[in-house]
């Protein structure tokens, strides 16, 4: 893939929302944001409800938008972002790189898909969104090209993505308690969530959920 790497130093003053409720990570990404030049402003939000509620989210430039947030999801917001606003660029961020994740983001709207531990070429990201092109890292371009070649005999197994993001916790032995705090959830939501799971994995406890998203290839 052929860069620009004057793009950013040559183009207006850009605004740079992130939505992301991790915060060290926030930190960390605003800190490799605010050495580029002509970042004029850096604004984020813990919550896609607080970013929807607050009119300057209508103003940036780029959002870097977390997938697992508390209340409504990424995808979903880029969906709600994709609709309000012509010309809001958005690059999903997320530990996850599921197929149907990768191509919800970008059927709702996403410009770019990046695993939240390659962020090393974030100037060369923005570059690429502010020159009209399309951003993913190399990791998710491979689960792009593998999803067109002809498929592993593995079950099929559907989930919706908050049975995905309740499911990642799990495996990383999050209690149902925690799970609930986390997504803003009533633990018997939560429950209802972890009794589909089961039933569409066709398992009983953690230990055979973690063996079946491995065999699966899940997350």
């Known amino acids: ?33 605010s050495e580029l030049e002509n ?10 409800e607080m970013l929807l509620r ?13 997938i697992m947030l508390p209340g409504i999801n990424g995808i979903e917001v880029v969906k709600i972002l994709s609709e309000k606003i012509d010309n809001i660029k958005v690059i999903m961020l997320t ?15 996403a410009l770019g898909y990046l695993l ?12 690429v969104i502010l020159d009209g092109g399309a951003y993913i890292t190399p990791t998710i ?9 002809s498929p592993v005999d593995k079950p099929k197994v559907y989930l ?22 986390f997504l803003d959830l009533s633990e018997h939501t939560v429950q209802g969530y972890v ?8 398992v009983h406890n953690r230990s055979e959920l973690a063996l079946r998203v491995q065999e699966y290839s899940i997350l």
């Open 1 to 33: 893939m052929s860069l620009k790497n004057n793009n950013v130093k040559n183009s207006p003053s850009i605004r740079i929302g992130i939505l992301e409720n991790d915060e060290f990570f926030l930190e960390e990404l605003k800190t490799r944001i």
């Open 39 to 48: 970042v004029a402003e850096i604004l984020s939000w813990k919550t896609g």
């Open 54 to 66: 607050d009119p300057q989210h209508k103003n940036i430039d780029i959002l870097f938008l977390d």
């Open 95 to 109: 530990n996850m790189n599921s197929d149907e994740m990768i191509f919800n983001s970008i059927k709702n709207g």
């Open 116 to 127: 939240k531990s390659e962020l090393g070429q974030i100037k060369s990201i923005i570059d």
């Open 141 to 149: 371009a491979l689960r792009v090209f593998s999803s067109f070649r």
């Open 160 to 181: 919706t993505d908050r049975e995905k993001q309740i499911l990642e916790l799990l495996v990383k032995g999050k209690t149902i308690p925690l799970v609930s705090k």
């Open 195 to 202: 009794k589909s799971i089961y039933r569409k994995l066709q």
